[in-house]
Each structure stands twice: as structure tokens, then as C-alpha cells.
């Protein structure tokens, strides 16, 4: 039943509040998308990831499921819906859903069951625990903190009992150790592969299962309390192998994992094809070299050093084991021409396609955010109130909590915040940029709408969405680029990134200027090459092997023959 047809996909993720407004509410909706799956299907992608369409209370924007058999009212319905699948299947696109299963909403009816009566079955579907009386004070179970900030646990109204959430306090987290849980989860998996749609994206899915008995994180400098018994738990590959045997492998499905802080050694174990678990999980690794600590908010200057190591090392772990993914934006991170220490003002162009070039080509499936394909930039938000993520609110309470200053707090979270990639598209400079007609959205509009959106881009001549079609093309036909064993070359030059995929004969060079300074690049001698396949710049300076990039160029050669490089 399953084949490997994910190894040759492109994948692009729709966030579906801000892609487009077709009933002039404020809310993206699936005729929107419909309306544009040209647009898409013409890029180059052979796939769509929707992040939740589900009912949901919407506190982490569609994160919080309330109903796992449901699209929410704001999206639509389940017949358009429906319409929707087939409409991507009749132009060959895949459909990949969004599956949130390590918590659900607290509006869910398990939930609500669950704290209706002590007694409820539906109790043991989630984490509920007694409290720890402590010099006649009730305190949570554990000191195990949310990744949200704040205690994991909250209190069930004025009992003694707290449920667990390693999220929102409206997350509350699945208990995966009830069969029960399982099989409801193995049938919502079923329910939507029945339906016809081509694989799934398991959000945070390595904090599935838990150490017990829980206990109190002791640990100093980790990088979240309690994330030793959480993270990676001892049921981890027993859980996915489950789900594969009972549902994802009597389809022909793919699936790919969101991992939170996963080691190595699993990282691998998660997507090794003769592990049966996943079939590729997200690397973030190199998205984390310009912030501190991987944490987004905390800004440091950019490091290239650190993005290549992060972007290349498990493209070397996974080679000949199992498949990779190849990111640099989704709905939790900014806008990636904004960040890395890029001039965006002086070479949006040049960084957008230099970043796609160096990132998509190597071993992997590369996965586009939309509006990525057009260059759009990070949000100037004005203050707190415009960011709807819960998450900027946590982390900025937290900080003026400590006494920061309201202004320095702001400035913190704006740098990282996931609020920058949420808000609607720009499509045209018509009002809202097109997203809809005019009623105010959900989130605030980019005011740069009228500089970058869909229609200038596409006509201009440095058009970025252009430049994704050849590099997608060049992607999709090149052996070398999907099962090529990638050589790493200049590793340690500081403006530089170079690397070979070489597949039998056939051999491609990728070569990128990471900075708004020129740089040289000596060609070392055993590298040959016939031509020159892609270059985001009309020419390409080389002086007997000494190539000259202007800034943030980017090109693509064909080898002549193998290098010999070990
Ligand atoms: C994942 C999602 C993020 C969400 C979180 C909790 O990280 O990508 O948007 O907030 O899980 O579900």
C-alpha cells in the first residue's frame, strides 16, 4: 500500500486564518484557499499542509482541537471541505493534515466529561493528578513548567486535583497511556485517511508519552523544567509503531513529525525507515543561529557556523537511513528574509532566493510557509495589544513581571515573535492587500502590503515566486537533488555556504554569498563543472576557478564529473 512518494515532494504550508478571506469576515477561509490553488499548484508544489482547520475555542489559534471530525465554522464546512481535497487531488496535489494529539482543547467533550464528575471514564483520557500539601499550601504535582511559561499543571477549580499542560492551561494534555485514548486517536487518524487526505503532521508528538511515576525536575540549565520526563519519553517508539500498524501504513500515507528538543539518537530512531515510526520529522536546528539558547525571543547576532551545522547535520544522520525536511518558515517562526542578520532593505530579492537555493536543494523535502515564495517580511507591530499569539502575551507578561520595562519587554518579543508570520497575505495593494474586502481581519495587516505582495512580485523582474518555480523544477527533476549524498565544502568561511549532491553521474554544486559583503571562493581543483543551472544574478564572475559572489548570490552548477571529495 505505502510508496515513497513523499520523497519527491514539495510541500507548502497554508495557515488558514490569513491566507485569504473569501467571505469578507476577517477570517481566511477554504473557498479562499480554493480560489488559489493555481497559484500554488503553478509554484511547484506537488503538496499543502494545513495548519488545523478543526473546531476550535481558537486560544492557540486552532492548536486546541475541540473537535477532531469537524472544520470550524469560520473555515467552512466539511462539504467544502471535502471540495477542497478534491479539488487539490484533481491537480495532484497531496493533502497533509495538521494533528495535534499530545493535548486537546479544554472545549473538548472528553474534557468537559472529564470534570463533570469525578467518577467520569473520560477522566483517565487526560493527566489528573492530586496536588503536594507543603506547610499547609497546595502545590502543583510537579514542578514541571509549561513551554508556555508558567506551571504545567492547572488546578481543577477549588479541588485538590490538577490536570497537566504542556502547553496553554486550554491544552490539556492526552494521557497516552489509556488504550482507550489510543484506539479514539487511531480511529480520527482512519476517519481522515478514509477520506482521501495523503498524510499528517504530528504537532509536538515526542511529548506523547511521560516518566512515571512523575516527579520533580531537579536539573539546573535545562531547557525546559521537567522536559527530562516529557521529552522523548520510554514509550515514544512503541506509540508511533502503533499508529503505523493500525492506521498510517494500511494507507499510503506520509507523515511528519514536529519534534520539541528530540536527541540525536531519536531524532534518527523517529524517521529510520525500518523503524516504521514516521517517515521525517522537522529540523529547526539552524533556525535557532541567531537566538540564544533556541529560545526565539532572545536575539543574538547571527551565527552562519551554527546554521550550517544545524541545516546539514541531519541531512548526514538521516542519508540512506531514512528521509529529511528542509524549513526555514512556518506559522511559529518571523519571516525568514527578516531575520539572520539579512539586509532586507537593500537585497529582499537576493536573500529570499539565496536562502531557498542553499536550503531547498539539499537532502530533504523542502517545506515553503506561505508568502515565503514572495519574500514577505516580518510585521512592524506597534505594541502588545496588536499580537494576537498568546505566547508573545505569556512571555511578555513574564518579562515586565520581572520589572523589565514595557518598551524593552515589547522590543524583546517583536524580534521573535510567531505573531510576524500569522498575519493576513498580501496579494495585491487593494485594501487589506487583498486578503479580503475591506472588513477588518483577525490580525493586523503588514503595512508594507502596497511594496511586497503576490501581484507585484509576479510582474516584476525580480520576481522571487519565479525564481521558486525553477529552483522547485530543478529540484523535483535533478536525481542528484533528492537522492544525492551531500559533501559539505568551506565550512568554516564566514560568509560562505557550499555543498555537492552527488548521485551516480550526476553532480550538482551549490555555492551561496550568506552576507551583503562580496566574496571570493577559491574552486578547489577537483571540483569540474559544465554549467551553470540556476543563478539569482545575470552572471556569475569567474576568473579561472576564483568565483566572485556579489551579495547574498546564489548559484547552482552542474558537475562535470564526480568530485573525490571523502
Ligand atoms: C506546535 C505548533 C504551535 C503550537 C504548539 C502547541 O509547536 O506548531 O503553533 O502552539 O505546537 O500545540
Same mark, same amino acid.
Given at each position: 500500500m505505502k510508496t515513497n512518494w513523499y520523497e519527491r515532494a514539495v510541500v507548502?504550508? *497554508? %495557515?488558514p486564518f490569513s491566507f485569504l478571506d473569501n467571505n469578507n469576515d476577517g477570517w481566511g477561509d477554504i473557498e479562499g484557499i480554493i480560489s488559489k490553488l493555481d497559484y500554488i499548484? $503553478? +509554484?511547484? !508544489? &506537488?503538496? *499543502? @499542509?494545513?495548519?488545523?482547520? %478543526?473546531?476550535s475555542p481558537d486560544y492557540d489559534y486552532g492548536y486546541d482541537i475541540a473537535d477532531y471530525r469537524a472544520i470550524d465554522e469560520k473555515f467552512g464546512t466539511m462539504a467544502d471541505f471535502d471540495r477542497l481535497l478534491a479539488e487539490c487531488h484533481k491537480r495532484d496535489l497531496k493533502v497533509i493534515m495538521d494533528m495535534v494529539l499530545n493535548h486537546t482543547s479544554m472545549e473538548h467533550p472528553w474534557f468537559k466529561k472529564a470534570l463533570e464528575s469525578p467518577d467520569s471514564p473520560y477522566r483517565d483520557y487526560y493527566i489528573i493528578r492530586k496536588g503536594k500539601q507543603e506547610k499547609g499550601k497546595l502545590l502543583p504535582p510537579t514542578n514541571w513548567a509549561s513551554t508556555f511559561t508558567g506551571s504545567a499543571w492547572e488546578r481543577i477549580g477549588d479541588s485538590d486535583e490538577? %490536570? #497537566?499542560h504542556l502547553f496553554c492551561r486550554e491544552q490539556p494534555d492526552l494521557n497516552w497511556e489509556n488504550p482507550k485514548v489510543r484506539e479514539e486517536i487511531i480511529a480520527i487518524l482512519k476517519f481522515w485517511l478514509d477520506k482521501g487526505v495523503d498524510g499528517f503532521r504530528f504537532d509536538v508528538f515526542n511529548m506523547f508519552s511521560k516518566v512515571y511515576p512523575f516527579q520533580d525536575d531537579h536539573q539546573k540549565g535545562t531547557f525546559q523544567k521537567g522536559g527530562q520526563y516529557f521529552v522523548d519519553g520510554p514509550r515514544m517508539h512503541e506509540l508511533l509503531k502503533e499508529l503505523n500498524e493500525k492506521a498510517l501504513s494500511l494507507y499510503d500515507s506520509y507523515t511528519v513529525g514536529e519534534s520539541y528538543h528530540p536527541s540525536k539518537e531519536n531524532a534518527l530512531e523517529y524517521v529510520r525507515r525500518d523503524n516504521h515510526e514516521l517517515d521525517s520529522i522537522f529540523n529547526f536546528a539552524h533556525l535557532a543561529a541567531d537566538n540564544i539558547a533556541d529560545k526565539k525571543f532572545f536575539w543574538k547576532p547571527f551565527n552562519l557556523r551554527q546554521f550550517k551545522d544545524g541545516l546539514f547535520q541531519p541531512q548526514k544522520d538521516n542519508y540512506g #537511513?531514512? @528521509? =529529511? &525536511? #528542509? !524549513? +526555514?518558515? =512556518?506559522? $511559529? =517562526?518571523?519571516r525568514s528574509v527578516s531575520r539572520f542578520g539579512i539586509d532586507t532593505k537593500n537585497y529582499r530579492y537576493e536573500a529570499a532566493t539565496m536562502l531557498a537555493t542553499i536550503t531547498y536543494l539539499g537532502f530533504g523535502i523542502p517545506y515553503i510557509y506561505m508568502g515565503q515564495e514572495v519574500g514577505l517580511t516580518n510585521c512592524p507591530f506597534d505594541n502588545i495589544e496588536e499580537m494576537k499569539d498568546p505566547v508573545s502575551h505569556f512571555v511578555y507578561d513574564l518579562m515586565t513581571s520581572y520589572g523589565m520595562p514595557k518598551k524593552l519587554a515589547f522590543n524583546f518579543i517583536k524580534y521573535g515573535a510567531r505573531d510576524h508570520a500569522r498575519v493576513p497575505m498580501a496579494w495585491n495593494d487593494s485594501v487589506n492587500g487583498g486578503f479580503n474586502e475591506g472588513a477588518l481581519p483577525w490580525q493586523k495587516v503588514n503595512p508594507n502590503y502596497r511594496q511586497i505582495n503576490v501581484e507585484k512580485d509576479l510582474k516584476s523582474d525580480k520576481s522571487i515566486y519565479r525564481y521558486f518555480q525553477k529552483l522547485l523544477k530543478l529540484k523535483k527533476e535533478s536525481e542528484a537533488a533528492i537522492y544525492g549524498k551531500l559533501e559539505e565544502y568551506a565550512h568554516d568561511d564566514r560568509q560562505l555556504i557550499a555543498y555537492s549532491r552527488q548521485y551516480e553521474d550526476e553532480g550538482l554544486f551549490i555555492l551561496a554569498n550568506f552576507s551583503k559583503r562580496p566574496a571570493v571562493y577559491e574552486a578547489p581543483a577537483e571540483l569540474v563543472w559544465s554549467g551553470v543551472l540556476l543563478n539569482n544574478y545575470p552572471e556569475l564572475e569567474n576568473k579561472s576557478g576564483t568565483l566572485k559572489l556579489k551579495p547574498y548570490q546564489a548559484v547552482v552548477l552542474q558537475l562535470a564529473q564526480p568530485t573525490n571529495k571523502k
Open positions: 507548502y504550508q *497554508i %495557515y499548484k $503553478d +509554484l511547484g !508544489v &506537488t503538496a *499543502i @499542509w494545513f495548519s488545523p482547520l %478543526y473546531k490538577f %490536570y #497537566l #537511513l531514512g @528521509w =529529511n &525536511t #528542509l !524549513v +526555514l518558515e =512556518n506559522h $511559529d =517562526n518571523p
